[in-house]
T-cell receptor
Framework: AQSVTQPDIHITVSEGASLELRCNYS??????LFWYVQSPGQGLQLLLK??????LVQGIKGFEAEFKRSQSSFNLRKPSVHWSDAAEYFC????????????FGKGTKLTVNP | DAMVIQNPRYQVTQFGKPVTLSCSQT?????MYWYQQKSSQAPKLLFH???????NEADTPDNFQSRRPNTSFCFLDIRSPGLGDAAMYLC?????????????FGPGTRLLVL
């Protein structure tokens, strides 16, 4: 069964600093990969997704992520963080070939200092 | 503008007293999902409907049931809530059920069991 690991439970960065959130997955084939963001008290919003093609994916709000098959990773990046980016970020993997299931990581909570 | 609507946003119930959570969507999507998200944990899929076909996750307790009377609405029924069922319940929709489809989430209903 596929699994997703987000090694960092909580990250704190200063506003304007760069950000990288880590995500590692375990899956036999090429997975479908997603990053979702959840603001406090809100549902999840899709930032970006990857399923084929260019391994560098651009998303909303200035985020990007890079798929690295050799490292089984799909890390999320942003060059300059804004205070409004403070939220919880979830990496998820979708299964190719028929399962509707998304498997989520446990999330990384991002705090942004002024 | 709201696409996935959940009511109520907060629900307080008593131990053992049945409770129903509501989800509606304006996207006309075929698939509707219910997730349970406990504090500082990843969303966990309880079940989903593809149109009228119900798909239960193997580890979803029998205490949790769902109804989808039409395309737009889906309900989560908890027959006898226990203290361990206190959580955020997220409804999501997707156009189709392939692994790469984006899921659109509602804001969630936070359930408190007294």
């Amino acid at each position: 069964a596929q699994s997703v690991t987000q090694p960092d439970i909580h990250i704190t960065v200063s506003e304007g600093a760069s950000l990288e959130l880590r995500c590692n997955y375990s899956y036999g084939a090429t997975p479908y990969l997603f990053w979702y963001v959840q603001s406090p008290g809100q549902g999840l919003q899709l930032l970006l997704k990857y399923f084929s093609g260019d391994t560098l994916v651009q998303g909303i709000k200035g985020f990007e992520a890079e798929f690295k098959r050799s490292q089984s990773s799909f890390n999320l990046r942003k060059p300059s963080v804004h205070w409004s980016d403070a939220a919880e970020y979830f990496c998820a993997v979708g299964e190719q070939g028929g399962s509707e299931k998304l498997v989520f990581g446990k999330g990384t909570k991002l705090t942004v200092n002024p | 503008d709201a696409m996935v609507i959940q009511n109520p946003r907060y629900q307080v119930t008593q131990f053992g007293k049945p409770v129903t959570l509501s989800c509606s969507q304006t996207l006309n999507h075929n698939v509707m999902y219910w997730y349970q998200q406990k504090s500082s944990q990843a969303p966990k899929l309880l079940f989903h409907y593809y149109d009228k076909d119900f798909n239960n996750e193997a580890d979803t307790p029998d205490n949790f049931q769902s109804r989808r009377p039409n395309t737009s609405f889906c309900f989560l029924d908890i027959r006898s809530p226990g203290l361990g069922d206190a959580a955020m319940y997220l409804c999501a929709t997707s156009r189709d059920s392939t692994g790469w489809e984006t899921q659109y989430f509602g804001p969630g209903t936070r359930l408190l069991v007294l």
